[in-house]
Protein backbone atom coordinates (compact mmCIF):
# COMPACT_ATOMS: atom_id res chain seq x y z
CA UNK A 1 0.00 0.00 0.00
CA UNK A 2 1.69 3.77 -0.49
CA UNK A 3 1.21 6.65 1.17
CA UNK A 4 0.62 10.14 0.14
CA UNK A 5 2.97 12.40 1.56
CA UNK A 6 1.60 12.71 4.92
CA UNK A 7 2.50 16.56 5.05
CA UNK A 8 0.51 17.54 2.25
CA UNK A 9 -2.72 16.39 3.10
CA UNK A 10 -5.63 16.70 5.68
CA UNK A 11 -8.86 14.99 6.22
CA UNK A 12 -11.57 16.65 8.36
CA UNK A 13 -11.97 13.64 11.27
CA UNK A 14 -15.42 15.21 11.08
CA UNK A 15 -16.80 14.73 7.49
CA UNK A 16 -13.96 13.25 5.87
CA UNK A 17 -13.17 15.88 3.32
CA UNK A 18 -9.88 16.03 1.86
CA UNK A 19 -7.60 19.08 1.90
CA UNK A 20 -4.54 20.48 1.20
CA UNK A 21 -2.57 21.36 4.13
CA UNK A 22 -1.41 25.21 4.06
CA UNK A 23 0.65 26.71 6.52
CA UNK A 24 -0.66 28.18 9.75
CA UNK A 25 0.70 31.36 11.28
CA UNK A 26 0.22 32.77 15.03
CA UNK A 27 -3.25 32.62 16.04
CA UNK A 28 -4.66 30.31 12.97
CA UNK A 29 -6.98 27.83 12.89
CA UNK A 30 -7.89 26.09 9.85
CA UNK A 31 -11.60 24.85 9.87
CA UNK A 32 -13.56 22.68 7.71
CA UNK A 33 -15.90 24.35 5.04
CA UNK A 34 -18.00 21.72 4.57
CA UNK A 35 -18.62 21.08 8.90
CA UNK A 36 -16.88 23.51 9.92
CA UNK A 37 -14.91 21.44 12.74
CA UNK A 38 -11.21 22.70 13.58
CA UNK A 39 -8.82 21.09 11.09
CA UNK A 40 -5.65 22.19 12.74
CA UNK A 41 -4.34 25.22 14.68
CA UNK A 42 -1.09 26.92 14.93
CA UNK A 43 1.23 25.60 17.59
CA UNK A 44 1.79 28.13 19.76
CA UNK A 45 3.87 26.73 22.21
CA UNK A 46 7.57 24.81 21.51
CA UNK A 47 8.22 21.48 22.55
CA UNK A 48 10.29 23.15 25.41
CA UNK A 49 7.42 25.22 26.78
CA UNK A 50 5.38 22.36 26.69
CA UNK A 51 7.49 19.91 28.57
CA UNK A 52 8.18 23.08 30.89
CA UNK A 53 4.12 22.74 31.39
CA UNK A 54 3.96 19.35 32.22
CA UNK A 55 6.81 19.62 35.07
CA UNK A 56 5.04 22.41 36.26
CA UNK A 57 1.46 19.95 36.25
CA UNK A 58 3.48 16.83 37.84
CA UNK A 59 4.86 18.87 40.90
CA UNK A 60 1.31 20.60 41.09
CA UNK A 61 -0.56 17.03 40.68
CA UNK A 62 1.74 15.69 43.68
CA UNK A 63 0.28 18.54 45.88
CA UNK A 64 -3.11 18.16 44.82
CA UNK A 65 -2.73 14.62 45.89
CA UNK A 66 -0.67 15.05 48.73
CA UNK A 67 -2.24 17.87 50.37
CA UNK A 68 -6.38 17.43 52.00
CA UNK A 69 -8.62 19.02 50.12
CA UNK A 70 -10.92 20.52 52.20
CA UNK A 71 -11.34 20.58 56.05
CA UNK A 72 -14.53 20.27 57.97
CA UNK A 73 -15.43 21.17 61.85
CA UNK A 74 -18.11 20.34 64.08
CA UNK A 75 -18.15 21.23 67.50
CA UNK A 76 -14.83 21.22 68.52
CA UNK A 77 -13.95 17.91 66.27
CA UNK A 78 -12.41 18.14 62.74
CA UNK A 79 -12.43 16.30 59.66
CA UNK A 80 -10.52 16.43 56.20
CA UNK A 81 -9.32 14.61 53.36
CA UNK A 82 -7.48 14.03 50.39
CA UNK A 83 -7.90 12.55 47.00
CA UNK A 84 -7.17 9.24 48.25
CA UNK A 85 -9.11 9.86 51.49
CA UNK A 86 -12.74 10.04 48.69
CA UNK A 87 -11.54 7.00 47.02
CA UNK A 88 -10.63 4.25 50.22
CA UNK A 89 -14.24 6.30 52.00
CA UNK A 90 -16.09 5.28 48.24
CA UNK A 91 -14.71 1.59 48.87
CA UNK A 92 -15.18 0.73 52.07
CA UNK A 93 -19.08 2.19 51.71
CA UNK A 94 -19.83 -0.85 49.37
CA UNK A 95 -19.77 1.87 46.42
CA UNK A 96 -16.74 0.09 44.70
CA UNK A 97 -17.57 1.24 41.28
CA UNK A 98 -17.72 4.92 42.20
CA UNK A 99 -14.23 4.19 43.66
CA UNK A 100 -12.36 3.25 41.01
CA UNK A 101 -14.23 5.56 38.93
CA UNK A 102 -12.62 8.00 41.06
CA UNK A 103 -9.51 6.97 41.15
CA UNK A 104 -9.08 6.85 37.32
CA UNK A 105 -10.04 9.57 36.30
CA UNK A 106 -8.65 11.42 38.70
CA UNK A 107 -5.47 9.97 39.17
CA UNK A 108 -4.10 7.71 37.65
CA UNK A 109 -5.57 8.39 34.22
CA UNK A 110 -4.26 11.93 34.92
CA UNK A 111 -0.85 10.67 36.46
CA UNK A 112 -0.72 8.68 33.34
CA UNK A 113 -1.09 10.91 30.74
CA UNK A 114 1.06 13.48 32.33
CA UNK A 115 3.98 10.93 32.58
CA UNK A 116 3.89 10.18 29.05
CA UNK A 117 3.75 13.55 27.98
CA UNK A 118 6.78 14.52 29.50
CA UNK A 119 8.69 11.14 28.33
CA UNK A 120 7.97 12.08 24.82
CA UNK A 121 8.79 15.69 25.25
CA UNK A 122 12.18 14.90 26.97
CA UNK A 123 13.38 12.98 23.98
CA UNK A 124 11.28 15.63 21.42
CA UNK A 125 13.54 18.50 22.57
CA UNK A 126 16.46 16.83 21.42
CA UNK A 127 14.77 16.09 18.25
CA UNK A 128 14.30 12.21 19.08
CA UNK A 129 11.23 10.07 19.37
CA UNK A 130 11.21 8.76 22.71
CA UNK A 131 11.54 4.72 23.55
CA UNK A 132 8.30 3.08 22.72
CA UNK A 133 6.73 6.00 20.89
CA UNK A 134 4.38 4.70 18.52
CA UNK A 135 3.00 2.93 21.31
CA UNK A 136 2.70 5.98 24.05
CA UNK A 137 1.12 7.74 21.59
CA UNK A 138 -1.42 5.60 20.71
CA UNK A 139 -2.48 4.97 24.53
CA UNK A 140 -2.02 8.84 25.16
CA UNK A 141 -4.88 9.27 21.88
CA UNK A 142 -7.19 6.86 24.03
CA UNK A 143 -6.62 8.86 27.14
CA UNK A 144 -7.79 11.74 26.59
CA UNK A 145 -11.57 12.20 27.95
CA UNK A 146 -10.66 9.83 30.74
CA UNK A 147 -9.31 13.01 32.77
CA UNK A 148 -11.53 14.82 34.76
CA UNK A 149 -9.50 16.87 37.23
CA UNK A 150 -11.21 19.91 36.17
CA UNK A 151 -14.77 18.26 36.67
CA UNK A 152 -13.80 17.40 40.20
CA UNK A 153 -12.46 21.18 41.46
CA UNK A 154 -16.54 22.46 40.16
CA UNK A 155 -17.39 19.23 42.40
CA UNK A 156 -15.57 20.28 45.49
CA UNK A 157 -16.92 23.82 45.23
CA UNK A 158 -20.37 22.10 45.09
CA UNK A 159 -19.60 19.99 47.91
CA UNK A 160 -17.89 23.13 50.16
CA UNK A 161 -21.18 24.73 49.27
CA UNK A 162 -22.90 22.03 50.70
CA UNK A 163 -21.16 21.20 53.64
CA UNK A 164 -21.63 24.82 55.01
CA UNK A 165 -25.05 24.60 55.47
CA UNK A 166 -23.86 22.59 58.59
CA UNK A 167 -20.08 22.56 59.31
CA UNK A 168 -17.37 25.10 59.48
CA UNK A 169 -15.80 24.85 55.89
CA UNK A 170 -12.26 25.61 55.24
CA UNK A 171 -10.74 25.13 52.45
CA UNK A 172 -7.71 23.62 52.01
CA UNK A 173 -4.24 23.83 50.02
CA UNK A 174 -5.45 20.50 48.13
CA UNK A 175 -8.27 22.60 46.45
CA UNK A 176 -5.98 25.40 45.09
CA UNK A 177 -3.64 22.71 43.68
CA UNK A 178 -6.39 21.56 41.55
CA UNK A 179 -7.31 24.74 40.66
CA UNK A 180 -3.98 25.61 39.56
CA UNK A 181 -4.04 22.09 38.05
CA UNK A 182 -7.21 23.04 36.10
CA UNK A 183 -5.61 26.41 34.97
CA UNK A 184 -2.67 24.37 33.51
CA UNK A 185 -4.89 21.73 31.65
CA UNK A 186 -6.60 24.65 30.27
CA UNK A 187 -3.69 26.08 28.33
CA UNK A 188 -3.19 22.42 27.51
CA UNK A 189 -5.90 21.97 25.65
CA UNK A 190 -5.62 23.99 22.88
CA UNK A 191 -2.09 21.59 21.49
CA UNK A 192 -2.77 18.99 19.23
CA UNK A 193 -0.60 16.59 20.32
CA UNK A 194 -0.79 14.28 17.22
CA UNK A 195 2.08 16.99 15.98
CA UNK A 196 4.40 15.18 17.60
CA UNK A 197 4.07 12.40 14.76
CA UNK A 198 5.64 15.15 12.30
CA UNK A 199 8.12 17.32 14.39
CA UNK A 200 9.65 14.11 15.46
CA UNK A 201 10.53 12.05 12.37
CA UNK A 202 10.83 8.71 12.45
CA UNK A 203 14.08 6.82 12.19
CA UNK A 204 15.06 9.78 14.35
CA UNK A 205 15.12 7.20 17.40
CA UNK B 1 -17.34 26.08 -2.14
CA UNK B 2 -18.47 23.58 -4.92
CA UNK B 3 -16.92 20.05 -4.90
CA UNK B 4 -14.71 19.36 -1.45
CA UNK B 5 -13.64 15.66 -2.68
CA UNK B 6 -14.18 13.64 0.51
CA UNK B 7 -11.47 10.80 1.50
CA UNK B 8 -13.56 7.56 0.55
CA UNK B 9 -14.29 8.97 -2.75
CA UNK B 10 -10.29 9.68 -3.68
CA UNK B 11 -9.63 6.25 -2.14
CA UNK B 12 -8.01 7.62 0.74
CA UNK B 13 -8.56 7.08 4.22
CA UNK B 14 -6.70 8.70 7.47
CA UNK B 15 -5.95 6.86 10.52
CA UNK B 16 -8.18 7.92 13.39
CA UNK B 17 -5.61 8.18 16.17
CA UNK B 18 -2.55 10.00 14.46
CA UNK B 19 -4.41 11.19 11.39
CA UNK B 20 -2.10 9.67 8.73
CA UNK B 21 -3.42 9.80 5.34
CA UNK B 22 -2.96 6.76 3.72
CA UNK B 23 -3.60 5.97 0.12
CA UNK B 24 -5.28 2.65 -1.99
CA UNK B 25 -6.64 0.87 0.74
CA UNK B 26 -8.37 -2.15 -0.91
CA UNK B 27 -12.04 -2.88 0.07
CA UNK B 28 -15.10 -1.64 -1.94
CA UNK B 29 -16.19 1.79 -1.12
CA UNK B 30 -19.73 1.19 0.69
CA UNK B 31 -20.80 3.52 3.03
CA UNK B 32 -22.82 1.37 5.38
CA UNK B 33 -20.64 2.48 8.75
CA UNK B 34 -19.43 -1.32 9.23
CA UNK B 35 -15.80 -0.82 8.79
CA UNK B 36 -15.56 -1.75 5.06
CA UNK B 37 -12.18 -1.80 3.83
CA UNK B 38 -10.59 -2.97 7.00
CA UNK B 39 -7.91 -5.07 7.94
CA UNK B 40 -4.96 -2.89 6.78
CA UNK B 41 -2.92 -1.34 10.02
CA UNK B 42 -1.63 2.68 9.70
CA UNK B 43 1.59 2.23 8.73
CA UNK B 44 2.62 5.07 11.56
CA UNK B 45 0.78 4.22 14.59
CA UNK B 46 -0.40 0.47 13.91
CA UNK B 47 -3.90 1.00 14.26
CA UNK B 48 -6.49 -1.00 12.00
CA UNK B 49 -7.35 1.74 9.59
CA UNK B 50 -11.58 1.86 8.60
CA UNK B 51 -13.14 3.67 6.38
CA UNK B 52 -15.85 4.27 9.01
CA UNK B 53 -16.11 3.37 13.05
CA UNK B 54 -17.19 -0.11 12.65
CA UNK B 55 -20.51 -0.92 13.61
CA UNK B 56 -20.92 2.32 14.68
CA UNK B 57 -24.63 2.63 14.47
CA UNK B 58 -25.16 -0.87 16.52
CA UNK B 59 -22.65 -0.17 19.24
CA UNK B 60 -23.98 3.40 19.15
CA UNK B 61 -27.83 2.42 19.83
CA UNK B 62 -26.41 -0.70 22.51
CA UNK B 63 -24.67 2.01 24.90
CA UNK B 64 -27.30 4.38 24.00
CA UNK B 65 -29.89 2.28 25.28
CA UNK B 66 -28.53 0.90 28.28
CA UNK B 67 -26.88 4.35 29.39
CA UNK B 68 -30.89 5.57 29.16
CA UNK B 69 -31.85 1.84 30.74
CA UNK B 70 -29.30 3.27 34.01
CA UNK B 71 -30.10 6.67 33.70
CA UNK B 72 -33.65 5.68 35.54
CA UNK B 73 -32.45 3.89 39.09
CA UNK B 74 -30.04 6.71 38.33
CA UNK B 75 -32.58 9.18 38.95
CA UNK B 76 -35.06 7.54 41.21
CA UNK B 77 -32.68 6.09 43.68
CA UNK B 78 -30.92 8.15 45.91
CA UNK B 79 -27.38 9.22 45.17
CA UNK B 80 -26.77 10.28 49.48
CA UNK B 81 -27.66 9.65 52.63
CA UNK B 82 -27.62 12.35 55.27
CA UNK B 83 -27.71 11.03 58.51
CA UNK B 84 -27.53 13.63 61.70
CA UNK B 85 -28.68 13.12 65.49
CA UNK B 86 -32.45 14.13 64.92
CA UNK B 87 -32.94 12.95 61.17
CA UNK B 88 -31.92 10.96 58.22
CA UNK B 89 -31.85 12.87 55.09
CA UNK B 90 -31.95 10.52 51.66
CA UNK B 91 -30.99 12.55 48.84
CA UNK B 92 -31.80 12.13 44.86
CA UNK B 93 -30.16 13.81 42.00
CA UNK B 94 -33.03 16.16 41.78
CA UNK B 95 -33.24 16.85 45.58
CA UNK B 96 -30.04 17.93 45.60
CA UNK B 97 -30.63 20.60 43.31
CA UNK B 98 -33.13 21.74 45.32
CA UNK B 99 -31.59 22.07 48.05
CA UNK B 100 -28.46 23.82 47.37
CA UNK B 101 -30.80 26.32 45.80
CA UNK B 102 -32.54 26.64 49.27
CA UNK B 103 -29.06 26.82 50.67
CA UNK B 104 -29.12 29.99 48.60
CA UNK B 105 -26.36 28.79 45.71
CA UNK B 106 -28.54 28.97 42.70
CA UNK B 107 -25.52 29.85 40.85
CA UNK B 108 -24.55 26.21 41.76
CA UNK B 109 -27.82 24.98 41.68
CA UNK B 110 -28.27 25.41 37.77
CA UNK B 111 -24.54 24.17 37.52
CA UNK B 112 -25.43 20.93 38.85
CA UNK B 113 -28.76 21.16 37.36
CA UNK B 114 -27.06 21.39 34.19
CA UNK B 115 -24.33 18.51 34.62
CA UNK B 116 -26.51 16.47 36.49
CA UNK B 117 -30.12 16.30 34.28
CA UNK B 118 -29.40 18.83 30.97
CA UNK B 119 -25.94 17.18 29.64
CA UNK B 120 -27.49 13.66 30.01
CA UNK B 121 -30.56 13.92 28.71
CA UNK B 122 -29.52 16.97 25.71
CA UNK B 123 -27.05 13.49 25.48
CA UNK B 124 -29.88 11.13 24.78
CA UNK B 125 -32.12 13.46 22.42
CA UNK B 126 -28.58 14.78 20.68
CA UNK B 127 -27.46 11.32 19.78
CA UNK B 128 -30.94 9.86 19.61
CA UNK B 129 -31.95 12.27 16.53
CA UNK B 130 -28.42 11.99 14.96
CA UNK B 131 -28.53 8.16 14.84
CA UNK B 132 -31.99 8.09 13.30
CA UNK B 133 -31.06 11.18 10.86
CA UNK B 134 -27.75 9.55 9.71
CA UNK B 135 -29.60 6.08 8.93
CA UNK B 136 -32.08 7.66 7.05
CA UNK B 137 -29.54 9.37 4.99
CA UNK B 138 -31.28 12.42 6.10
CA UNK B 139 -29.41 15.69 4.51
CA UNK B 140 -31.56 17.83 6.76
CA UNK B 141 -29.36 20.77 8.87
CA UNK B 142 -25.75 19.03 8.22
CA UNK B 143 -23.97 21.37 9.69
CA UNK B 144 -25.52 22.04 12.70
CA UNK B 145 -25.73 18.39 13.46
CA UNK B 146 -22.00 18.24 12.63
CA UNK B 147 -22.28 20.89 15.43
CA UNK B 148 -24.71 19.29 17.75
CA UNK B 149 -22.00 15.58 18.07
CA UNK B 150 -18.98 17.85 18.90
CA UNK B 151 -21.39 19.66 21.67
CA UNK B 152 -22.28 16.42 22.94
CA UNK B 153 -18.71 14.82 22.76
CA UNK B 154 -17.45 18.70 25.10
CA UNK B 155 -19.80 18.50 27.87
CA UNK B 156 -20.63 14.63 28.34
CA UNK B 157 -17.85 14.20 31.12
CA UNK B 158 -19.26 17.32 33.06
CA UNK B 159 -22.26 14.81 34.18
CA UNK B 160 -19.54 13.57 36.49
CA UNK B 161 -20.10 16.57 38.83
CA UNK B 162 -22.49 14.89 41.50
CA UNK B 163 -20.58 11.70 41.71
CA UNK B 164 -17.68 13.62 43.00
CA UNK B 165 -19.84 15.55 44.98
CA UNK B 166 -20.75 12.52 46.82
CA UNK B 167 -17.58 10.98 47.07
CA UNK B 168 -16.06 14.02 48.81
CA UNK B 169 -18.57 14.19 50.96
CA UNK B 170 -18.53 10.82 52.13
CA UNK B 171 -15.19 11.15 52.72
CA UNK B 172 -15.74 14.30 54.90
CA UNK B 173 -18.71 13.77 57.48
CA UNK B 174 -17.81 11.33 59.18
CA UNK B 175 -18.39 12.39 62.70
CA UNK B 176 -19.81 9.10 63.71
CA UNK B 177 -22.89 9.77 66.31
CA UNK B 178 -23.26 13.47 65.27
CA UNK B 179 -23.23 12.99 61.64
CA UNK B 180 -22.25 10.77 58.34
CA UNK B 181 -22.47 10.70 55.02
CA UNK B 182 -22.80 7.40 52.91
CA UNK B 183 -23.03 7.08 49.23
CA UNK B 184 -26.43 4.66 47.81
CA UNK B 185 -27.13 2.57 45.17
CA UNK B 186 -28.27 5.79 42.98
CA UNK B 187 -24.54 7.49 42.49
CA UNK B 188 -23.14 3.56 40.88
CA UNK B 189 -26.12 4.29 38.29
CA UNK B 190 -25.21 7.71 37.86
CA UNK B 191 -21.26 6.86 36.94
CA UNK B 192 -22.29 4.02 35.00
CA UNK B 193 -24.89 6.22 33.18
CA UNK B 194 -22.10 8.82 32.52
CA UNK B 195 -19.40 6.28 31.68
CA UNK B 196 -21.66 4.74 28.64
CA UNK B 197 -23.05 7.79 27.48
CA UNK B 198 -18.73 8.77 26.92
CA UNK B 199 -18.72 5.21 25.38
CA UNK B 200 -21.93 6.13 23.40
CA UNK B 201 -20.73 9.41 21.88
CA UNK B 202 -17.10 7.99 20.97
CA UNK B 203 -18.34 4.86 18.86
CA UNK B 204 -20.63 7.27 16.76
CA UNK B 205 -18.63 8.18 13.38
CA UNK B 206 -19.88 11.72 12.71
CA UNK B 207 -18.86 11.48 8.94
CA UNK B 208 -22.15 9.20 8.85
CA UNK B 209 -23.95 12.37 9.03
CA UNK B 210 -22.43 13.57 5.76
CA UNK B 211 -22.31 10.39 4.20
CA UNK B 212 -26.40 10.26 3.05
CA UNK B 213 -27.67 10.49 -0.68
CA UNK B 214 -28.22 14.11 -1.49
CA UNK B 215 -25.45 15.99 -2.12
CA UNK B 216 -25.16 18.82 0.83
CA UNK B 217 -23.24 21.69 -1.40
ZN1 LIG C 1 -15.34 18.60 8.24
Redesign the pocket.
Known amino acids: MGMSSPEALLI??????VYRRRTLTRGDVAR??????E?ERHHALSVNAMLALILTAMIVFVQANMWPIVTLGLSGQQSSTTLWGMILAMWREQAQVVSVLVAATLFFFPLLKMLLLGWLLWFARAGRRAPGFVRLMVILHYLGPWTMSEVFVLGALVAIVKAHTYFDVTPDPGIYAYAALTLLITIFAGVDLRRLWDDVPEGAA | MSALPRASELGLIACTVCGLVCRNVPGDARLDGDGVGDDMACPRCGTTLHRRKPNSYVRTWALLIAAFILYIPANVLPIMRTASLNDVDDNTIISGVVELWRAGSPNLAVIVFTASIVVPVLKFLALGTLLVSSQQGSGWARVQR?KLYRLVELIGYWSMLDVFVVALLTALVRFSVLSLVEPLPGVIFFGLTVVLTMLASMSFDPRLI?DGKDTDD
Open positions: CEHCDTCARCEAL | AW
